[in-house]
Structure formats: structure tokens, C-alpha cells
């Protein structure tokens, strides 16, 4: 067995061919594996060298029958996620017609104007946080999963240890996702949950770990930042756009203002929303370079998509807010010393989204 974290039981398999790998198990849809099982393994992203920290994923333990997780009980639900695949699982929702909540969710309709930050990639989660607690550090935040990476919110550790450390009051699963403190059918109900059931003060909506691009225009599943910012306007929330930024990625189409951005905010997005723009020194010349030219890059996308409100957010104290988060910053595997401007510009939209509440 190796160290796992809540909702993840961690374990090293010998497997023919490949030797000892690191494998995942989720209790709740698999079961707990021990010492000497047999395991079924899924090594497909593990064989590819994709980005999945290294790890294979537990299918079943197929000669324990007593290890397999329960599906009786009145509190089962009947939302299907990951749907007929072979590991769906039932969960019950915070919009079940079974659950606790569903009175007050059947005709909700309105966020109260509640500020909804929406992310390209899931490693601007804690540096929005981050900026939140900067400027309000009583802020009461939600974090919404989508389904554009991984379904499973366990396999966030970051989602996992920002709960343990009370920067997040929830985590809400939507659509296709599931394991969240609040299980919701689309990014719509997942709102409405977190104001009315979380009584959340800012939402941060992003895909989980693991995020999908083929270097096409349109071929990314980064594409529903801007779908939630959609859902966000039709149900009376603010909208905060954050933008993917970095000074450090090696692909020009990342660099600087990402066109993952640029579409997802310009072209997806129909509806009025805020894009915080972190400005200032930091003492870093290559942050300080990639700052000062994503103004002018922002003044281009918002003159093609006027529905864009640039926010000028100082980056005064920003860094220091970034160094202090309880988990490893990360992004595309650079960290704060190595890609600060994708930090920073995901904390400028955490402020802004806290002054909005105040």
C-alpha cells in the first residue's frame, strides 16, 4: 500500500512487462484492494507517458467479492454518472428528487449575483483561492468540477487538501464528474447549489486534473470555461473570466495570452463578463515582460469580443499570497519560481471576484 488521500487508496502492482507501477483504486466505485490481491489495471494513459501523475487505474478486484463497494440504501439516488461506461457509478444529487435539496432547487433560477470565476486549467484552482483569500479571507467558496478531465473528484489531491485546509467549503461535481461533496446533473444546478445550498460567496468553476487540447482552435475541452461563465449570466452570477497566461510555456500558442483564452472567452462566451488583468512590477523579468504584454493582447481580444470588461488588478502582495497556498503550485509541470505570470493572472481574477462580493 502507498500514502493516498481521501476518496484514494494508492497501491503498487507487479505487472507482467511493465514491473512495479503505481496504480489508484477509488473505494466507492471499485472497492478497497489489499495486499495480495489480484487487481484488474486500466495502463493505457500510463503506457503513453500521458500526464496522470504516473499512475494506472484500478478497474476491480475481481476475486473479492466483500472488498466491492455497497449499492444498497434509501440514500443511493438515481443520477447515473460516467454513463455506460463500464465503471458508471449512482450517486445522489444534490437536484435528486430523492435528496435533501431538491425542494429548494426544483425552481431556483438565480445566483443572487454571486461571483463565478471559470478557469481554463485546474491548477489555477488554488491561485484563484488564493487571490479570494487575499482580499476577503472569510469568503465562503465552492469549487465546481466539470467533466472536460478527470470524472473522479478524488483524484484531485489539490481539490482534496484545499477542503482539509478550509480554503474550499465544498466541491460540487457536474455533469459527467462525481465523488463531490454535492452531486449536480450540469454546471446550471452546480451553481444554484453552491449559492443555495453551500451558501457560497464565490464559485471557481474548472475541468478536473488531467484537461484535453489537440493544438486545433476548437479541439480542447478548455473550451467550457466559457460555457460556465454562459450558464453563470443566465442564472444572475457575475461572470470573472481568468485568463490562461504563461511566460515559460514552450508552445507559442500558450505563451503570453493563451489562445485557449481567446476562444474560449471571445468566441464561446456571449455573455458580458469581467477579465482581470494583473499590472505591476514583480521584480521577475520575465514575469515582468510577460505582464506588460498581455495588456495589449487583451485590449485586441476585447476589441474583437466587446462583451470583454478588462479589470486591472495591482499584483502588489500577490506573490507572497501564492507562496503561502497549502498545496504545491503546479501547472504543465512548472511551478511559481519557474511560470509566476500563469499564477498571478489566475490571482487577479480571485480578487476581483472577492472585491465583487464586498
Known amino acids: 500500500m502507498l500514502p493516498g488521500w481521501p476518496g484514494v487508496v494508492a497501491v ?135 467533466d472536460g478531465g478527470a470524472l473522479p473528484a478524488a483524484f484531485s489531491r489539490s481539490a482534496a487538501e484545499l477542503r482539509a485546509a478550509g480554503w474550499l467549503a465544498a466541491v460540487l461535481t457536474a455533469g459527467q464528474a462525481y465523488g463531490g461533496d ?38 480542447f475541452s478548455g473550451v467550457s470555461a466559457g460555457e460556465a461563465l454562459n450558464a453563470a449570466a443566465v442564472l444572475g452570477g457575475r461572470p470573472v473570466a481568468s485568463l490562461r497566461v504563461s511566460e515559460a510555456d514552450p508552445r507559442p500558442r500558450h505563451r503570453g495570452l493563451s489562445h485557449h483564452s481567446a476562444t474560449a472567452y471571445g468566441r464561446v462566451l456571449a455573455r458580458p463578463a469581467d477579465v482581470p488583468v494583473p499590472v505591476g512590477p514583480t521584480g521577475r523579468p520575465a514575469t515582468d515582460r510577460c505582464l506588460e504584454a498581455l495588456g495589449p493582447q487583451v485590449a485586441d481580444l476585447t476589441r474583437s469580443a466587446p462583451h470583454l470588461r478588462p479589470v486591472e488588478v495591482p499584483v502588489d502582495g500577490l506573490l507572497d499570497a501564492l507562496a503561502e497556498t497549502p498545496v504545491r503550485l503546479s501547472t504543465m509541470g512548472r511551478g511559481l519560481e519557474q511560470d509566476a505570470a500563469s499564477f498571478l493572472a489566475a490571482a487577479a481574477a480571485g480578487v476581483h471576484a472577492a472585491r465583487l462580493t464586498l
Open 12 to 146: 503498487a502492482v507487479d505487472v507482467a512487462d511493465l514491473g512495479t507501477v503505481r496504480a489508484l483504486a477509488y473505494p466507492d466505485v471499485v472497492g478497497t484492494p489489499e495486499p495480495g490481491d489480484r487487481v484488474l489495471l486500466n495502463v493505457t494513459a500510463l503506457e503513453r507517458g500521458l500526464g496522470t501523475g504516473g499512475y494506472a487505474v484500478v478497474v476491480a478486484v475481481p476475486d473479492r467479492p466483500d472488498a466491492w463497494p455497497s449499492r444498497e440504501g434509501d440514500d443511493a439516488g438515481h443520477l447515473v454518472k460516467a454513463r455506460y461506461t463500464p465503471l458508471q457509478t449512482m450517486v445522489l444529487g444534490a437536484d435528486d428528487p430523492e435528496g435533501a435539496h431538491h425542494a429548494r432547487l426544483q425552481d431556483a433560477d438565480d445566483v443572487e449575483g454571486m461571483p463565478v470565476v471559470a478557469a481554463d486549467l485546474h491548477s489555477a484552482l488554488p491561485a484563484v483561492l488564493a487571490g479570494i483569500r487575499a482580499e476577503r479571507p472569510t469568503a465562503r467558496v465552492a469549487y465546481v468540477m466539470t
Open 182 to 219: 454535492l452531486e449536480t446533473v450540469t454546471v446550471h444546478s452546480a451553481l444554484l447549489a453552491a449559492r443555495l445550498v453551500v451558501g457560497a460567496d464565490v464559485v471557481v468553476v474548472a475541468q478536473g486534473p488531467g484537461n484535453l487540447g489537440t493544438d486545433t482552435r476548437w479541439g
